[in-house]
């Protein structure tokens, strides 16, 4: 008997290992003095494409999704060229690592190494400064199969289902909806993700990685009350495009959109969340900085601006989003009032800019701050438990009385 469940044991194990997809063991930056060389150590032979991208520059490689074995203690430091490194997955096919640059650079050379000794495969790339004036775009792609890099002109998915492409909602439906009867529905947006790893403490805590947890706790809170159906943008660490988070939103015919952060600041004596709504202008120059930051996750996830159905950074409001700017506020403003006296807030709690996420003309959109990874006592507050529960019981308690205020003036 003991036998056959050792049998067993290893031919699951096998199995599993014939399973598991390929794993970057290692990444080293080797500066020269003519050339830059990136070296990505892989457990297997894997088909990629490295491509260049301006305004900023930077080097992106794709290859098939693979999972990160590189300790942060042992990712490399900026060297040459490299000014910082990101790395996660793209979509759900593609792993993507970017390099961020202080300067043009073109494509010297790629090649895949076969494994020698204790070494497994590698992915080299080689690159050379080049004057401004002669930059160009440029890619390389090794391997008969192309990895399609042109994931935002794909349909809409969420989980694997293809979405259809929505259709606008009139400002009027939203106000007529039965709210007493109707479960509403509630779209949560975890920021970041993938290989835009958002704010990083000094600790090493990732907002990408925070906000998901949350929002996958706000989700199972909300599903509790048997008022809401809750859908998550992302449910695991990928990369969306901004453009997409709106579009997953408003396929699942959003009744308010809730984008999570935790963002870093220049002081790290700066604590306390904030509200954000949308606005052609700013409420402060701050605000203003934060969406335009907030703005380039794409342009620093190595999105090329030229393949979206549009530019993100273009804000225009138009008179169908007036009315879904005015119930944004209103939320708003109910979720500052609920969290005043039991979470640490900054003054001028709710504030505005041109954020592109929360552009959605049909879906009223909010994006909650809950707090500055850069401050050590708001870093703790989010990483407990018993505190994070609370953040999720008073935005619970706030989307509770933003949907009764809406029945009370549909009644009225």
């Known amino acids: 008997m003991r036998f056959y469940i050792i049998f067993i044991a290893l031919l699951f194990g096998v199995f599993s290992e014939a399973l598991a997809s390929p794993a970057v063991k290692s990444v080293r930056i080797g500066p020269g003095i003519d050339k830059t060389r990136l070296v990505l150590e892989v457990s297997e032979q894997v088909k990629f494409k490295a491509f260049t991208l301006d305004n900023p520059y930077r080097l992106v490689v794709d290859f098939p999704a693979s999972a990160w074995a590189v300790a942060d203690r042992n990712m490399p430091k900026p060297g040459g060229v490299v000014k910082g490194l990101r790395y996660g997955l793209y979509s759900s096919e593609v792993s993507r690592v970017v390099l961020d640059l202080s300067s043009p650079v073109k494509i010297a050379n790629t090649f895949l190494l076969e494994p020698v000794g204790s070494a497994a495969y590698r992915i080299v790339v080689d690159i050379q400064a080049v004057a401004a004036g002669v930059y160009k775009d440029e890619e390389v792609t090794k391997g008969s199969k192309r990895i399609n890099q042109k994931t935002v002109r794909t349909p809409i998915s969420l989980n694997g289902v293809l979405l259809p492409k929505p259709k606008p909602r009139s400002i009027a439906k939203i106000q007529k909806t039965d709210w007493a009867k109707n479960k509403k529905v509630i779209i949560l947006d975890p920021g970041h993700g993938g290989v835009d790893p958002g704010a990083i403490s000094k600790r090493g805590t990732r907002e990408k990685h925070l906000t998901l947890a949350i929002a996958k706790e706000l989700k199972r809170e909300l599903e509790r009350t048997g008022k809401y159906k809750v859908h998550l943008t992302r449910n695991r660490d990928i990369f969306l495009p901004l453009r997409k988070r709106i579009e997953i939103g408003r396929a699942k015919k ?159």
């Open 254 to 412: 959003g009744d308010l959109f809730i984008s999570l952060h935790a963002d870093s600041h220049d002081s790290s004596k700066i604590r306390g969340a904030s509200v954000y709504t949308l606005s052609e202008k700013a409420s402060d120059k701050e605000a203003a900085a934060l969406a335009a930051q907030q703005n380039k996750a794409d342009v620093l996830a190595g999105v090329r601006l030229d393949e979206q159905y549009d530019s993100v950074g273009n804000i225009l409001i138009d008179l169908a989003q007036r009315e879904t700017m005015n119930l944004s506020a209103m939320f708003a403003n109910l979720l500052v009032n609920n969290m005043r006296r039991n979470w640490n807030l900054r003054n001028n709690t709710h504030r505005f800019a041109g954020f592109a996420v929360l552009k959605a003309p049909d879906m009223p959109s909010v994006l909650l701050e809950m707090g500055y990874l850069t401050n050590r006592r708001d870093e703790n507050t989010l990483l407990s438990k018993q505190q994070r529960s609370k953040l999720v019981l008073l935005v619970v308690r706030a989307i509770g009385r933003y949907f009764d205020q809406l029945g009370a003036q549909a009644r009225g």
